[in-house]
């Protein structure tokens, strides 16, 4: 059977308090870089799960989505050949889940996630002065939406794990 092309899921807050953006900034191997509070979507997670998860892990702040922003697809800038399977990080496909929502408590005793270096407070200006910075131009194009009125209702989104083959 040949391979199946799978996007990998991932999911991103976008999260604003007085006009600044919080980001990530994390340790890649092309070096330090900014990012949404993001991550892969888990095996038994649903969208929002997964959202609340990465933004605690990545931030130590409790985050409670209220809105879908976009649905992103980032990737290679050339299609691949059918059944083609990747060869490096620039050869994935990643679907990003954009959600907004309300930014909760602070836990000073979480230790974050490995590789993010610390989270920083932007601005939209100095995120759009830093593209060089930005781990995919997925976080430029988040923020852009958000301060452009981009809300969705969560119902948008279903999530059910009884169906039968899922697991297919």
């Not at 989270?119 to 976080?139: G, K, N």
């Not at 989104?157 to 169906?163: A, I, N, Q, R, V």
Request: aromatic fraction near 8%.
């Amino acid at each position: 059977m040949p391979h199946r092309w799978k996007p990998n899921v991932t999911v991103a807050a976008v999260i604003e308090r007085d006009g600044r953006f919080l980001l990530v900034e994390e340790q890649t191997s092309e070096g330090l870089r900014l990012n949404n509070p993001a991550g892969h979507l888990d095996p038994g997670e649903s969208l929002m799960q997964a959202c609340v998860r990465e933004t605690l892990e990545e931030t130590a702040f409790h985050f409670l989505p209220d809105a879908v922003v976009g649905i992103y697809m980032t990737g290679p800038a050339q299609s691949q050949p059918p059944g083609a399977t990747p060869t490096s990080k620039r050869d994935i496909t990643y679907l990003r889940f954009a959600f907004r929502g309300a930014l909760g408590g602070f836990d000073p005793q979480r230790r974050l996630d490995k590789g993010i270096v610390r989270t920083v407070w932007l601005s939209p200006q100095e995120i759009r002065a830093c593209r060089d910075r930005h781990r995919s131009p997925a976080l430029e194009r988040c923020v852009e939406d958000y301060l452009a009125g981009a809300r969705y209702s969560l119902d948008l989104l279903s999530t059910d794990f009884g169906l039968p083959g899922c697991g297919a």
